[in-house]
Protein backbone atom coordinates (compact mmCIF):
# COMPACT_ATOMS: atom_id res chain seq x y z
CA UNK A 1 0.00 0.00 0.00
CA UNK A 2 1.87 3.04 -1.04
CA UNK A 3 -0.27 6.80 -0.55
CA UNK A 4 0.58 10.12 -1.92
CA UNK A 5 0.21 13.55 -0.05
CA UNK A 6 -0.37 16.27 -2.23
CA UNK A 7 -0.38 19.89 -1.78
CA UNK A 8 -1.07 22.63 -4.12
CA UNK A 9 -0.27 26.11 -4.38
CA UNK A 10 0.41 28.90 -1.01
CA UNK A 11 0.25 25.13 0.86
CA UNK A 12 3.83 25.63 1.24
CA UNK A 13 3.41 28.68 3.21
CA UNK A 14 1.10 26.94 6.42
CA UNK A 15 1.61 28.28 9.35
CA UNK A 16 2.69 32.19 8.16
CA UNK A 17 -0.27 32.17 5.68
CA UNK A 18 -3.76 33.78 7.21
CA UNK A 19 -3.44 31.77 10.69
CA UNK A 20 -7.09 32.70 11.48
CA UNK A 21 -8.30 30.31 8.40
CA UNK A 22 -5.37 27.65 7.88
CA UNK A 23 -4.31 27.64 11.74
CA UNK A 24 -0.58 27.70 12.71
CA UNK A 25 1.00 24.26 11.84
CA UNK A 26 3.50 24.38 8.97
CA UNK A 27 3.19 22.00 6.14
CA UNK A 28 6.51 20.47 7.60
CA UNK A 29 4.74 19.57 10.64
CA UNK A 30 1.12 18.24 8.71
CA UNK A 31 3.75 15.99 6.76
CA UNK A 32 5.87 14.65 9.75
CA UNK A 33 2.40 13.61 11.88
CA UNK A 34 1.32 11.65 8.43
CA UNK A 35 4.51 10.22 8.43
CA UNK A 36 4.60 8.72 11.59
CA UNK A 37 0.64 7.42 11.47
CA UNK A 38 2.35 5.46 8.13
CA UNK A 39 5.25 4.08 9.70
CA UNK A 40 2.91 3.12 12.82
CA UNK A 41 0.68 1.63 10.24
CA UNK A 42 3.63 -0.01 8.22
CA UNK A 43 2.82 1.80 5.06
CA UNK A 44 4.41 3.49 2.64
CA UNK A 45 3.75 7.56 2.03
CA UNK A 46 5.41 10.18 -0.44
CA UNK A 47 4.87 13.62 -0.01
CA UNK A 48 4.39 16.47 -2.59
CA UNK A 49 3.81 20.08 -2.83
CA UNK A 50 4.04 22.37 -6.35
CA UNK A 51 2.71 25.92 -6.76
CA UNK A 52 2.69 25.03 -10.28
CA UNK A 53 -0.67 23.49 -11.92
CA UNK A 54 1.17 21.17 -14.57
CA UNK A 55 3.62 20.07 -11.64
CA UNK A 56 0.97 18.56 -9.84
CA UNK A 57 -1.10 17.03 -13.04
CA UNK A 58 2.60 15.07 -14.26
CA UNK A 59 2.46 13.96 -10.35
CA UNK A 60 -1.13 12.52 -10.85
CA UNK A 61 -0.08 10.99 -13.81
CA UNK A 62 2.91 9.47 -12.60
CA UNK A 63 1.08 7.87 -9.88
CA UNK A 64 -0.49 5.44 -12.30
CA UNK A 65 -0.04 1.79 -11.01
CA UNK A 66 2.94 2.84 -8.63
CA UNK A 67 -0.05 4.67 -5.99
CA UNK A 68 -2.86 3.46 -3.79
CA UNK A 69 -4.73 6.35 -2.89
CA UNK A 70 -3.87 10.28 -3.32
CA UNK A 71 -4.56 12.59 -0.20
CA UNK A 72 -4.85 16.16 -2.28
CA UNK A 73 -5.12 19.56 -0.97
CA UNK A 74 -5.88 21.10 -4.27
CA UNK A 75 -5.70 24.92 -2.68
CA UNK A 76 -7.00 27.48 -5.37
CA UNK A 77 -6.48 24.70 -8.46
CA UNK A 78 -10.05 22.53 -6.75
CA UNK A 79 -11.92 25.88 -8.02
CA UNK A 80 -10.80 25.88 -11.81
CA UNK A 81 -8.67 23.31 -12.74
CA UNK A 82 -10.11 21.20 -14.93
CA UNK A 83 -6.50 20.35 -16.16
CA UNK A 84 -6.49 18.47 -12.57
CA UNK A 85 -9.72 17.30 -12.50
CA UNK A 86 -8.93 15.42 -16.10
CA UNK A 87 -5.62 13.81 -14.74
CA UNK A 88 -7.53 12.46 -11.54
CA UNK A 89 -10.48 11.14 -13.87
CA UNK A 90 -7.86 10.27 -16.93
CA UNK A 91 -5.34 7.73 -14.46
CA UNK A 92 -8.22 7.01 -12.34
CA UNK A 93 -6.76 7.67 -9.00
CA UNK A 94 -8.23 6.93 -6.00
CA UNK A 95 -8.29 10.26 -4.52
CA UNK A 96 -9.71 12.02 -1.05
CA UNK A 97 -9.70 15.95 -1.26
CA UNK A 98 -8.86 17.43 1.50
CA UNK A 99 -9.00 21.26 2.84
CA UNK A 100 -8.22 23.16 5.95
CA UNK A 101 -10.97 25.64 5.93
CA UNK A 102 -14.57 24.48 5.61
CA UNK A 103 -14.86 25.64 1.38
CA UNK A 104 -18.63 25.58 1.60
CA UNK A 105 -18.66 28.68 4.47
CA UNK A 106 -16.38 30.67 2.69
CA UNK A 107 -16.36 33.03 -0.50
CA UNK A 108 -18.68 31.69 -3.28
CA UNK A 109 -16.26 31.24 -5.54
CA UNK A 110 -14.48 28.62 -2.96
CA UNK A 111 -17.64 26.99 -2.87
CA UNK A 112 -17.40 24.70 -5.58
CA UNK A 113 -14.62 22.33 -6.22
CA UNK A 114 -14.44 21.36 -9.63
CA UNK A 115 -12.14 17.86 -8.91
CA UNK A 116 -15.40 16.71 -6.52
CA UNK A 117 -17.10 14.80 -8.95
CA UNK A 118 -14.07 12.67 -9.82
CA UNK A 119 -12.79 12.04 -6.28
CA UNK A 120 -13.77 9.52 -3.53
CA UNK A 121 -14.95 12.20 -1.10
CA UNK A 122 -14.19 15.37 0.36
CA UNK A 123 -13.01 16.05 4.04
CA UNK A 124 -13.25 19.97 4.78
CA UNK A 125 -12.96 22.32 7.69
CA UNK A 126 -11.00 20.32 10.31
CA UNK A 127 -7.69 22.26 10.11
CA UNK A 128 -4.97 19.97 9.82
CA UNK A 129 -7.02 17.07 11.12
CA UNK A 130 -9.04 16.62 7.81
CA UNK A 131 -5.45 15.40 6.28
CA UNK A 132 -5.12 12.91 9.63
CA UNK A 133 -8.59 12.07 8.91
CA UNK A 134 -8.54 11.27 5.05
CA UNK A 135 -5.38 8.74 6.15
CA UNK A 136 -7.71 7.56 8.66
CA UNK A 137 -10.34 6.65 5.79
CA UNK A 138 -7.41 4.95 3.99
CA UNK A 139 -5.96 3.17 6.79
CA UNK A 140 -9.06 1.76 7.11
CA UNK A 141 -10.03 0.03 4.03
C1 LIG B 1 -7.78 25.43 0.85
C2 LIG B 1 -9.01 26.24 0.46
C3 LIG B 1 -8.79 26.94 -0.88
O1 LIG B 1 -9.93 27.71 -1.23
C4 LIG B 1 -7.60 27.88 -0.80
O2 LIG B 1 -7.36 28.45 -2.06
C5 LIG B 1 -6.39 27.21 -0.26
C6 LIG B 1 -6.52 26.29 0.87
C7 LIG B 1 -7.93 24.82 2.28
O3 LIG B 1 -7.15 23.92 2.59
O4 LIG B 1 -8.77 25.24 3.05
O5 LIG B 1 -5.27 27.48 -0.69
O6 LIG B 1 -7.62 24.36 -0.06
Same mark, same amino acid.
Given at each position: ??????????????????????G???????????????????I?????????? #???? !???? +? $???????? *? %???????????????????????V???H?S??????????????????? #???? !???? +? $???????? *? %???
Amino acid at each position: MKILVMHGPNLNLLGSREKKIYGRTTLAAINSELAAIAKKNKIAVEFFQSNIE #GELV !GKIQ +D $SRGKIDYI *I %LNAGAYTHYSIALRDAISGVKAKVIEVHLSNIHAREKFRQESVIAPVCL #GQIA !GFGK +D $SYRLALEY *I %LGR
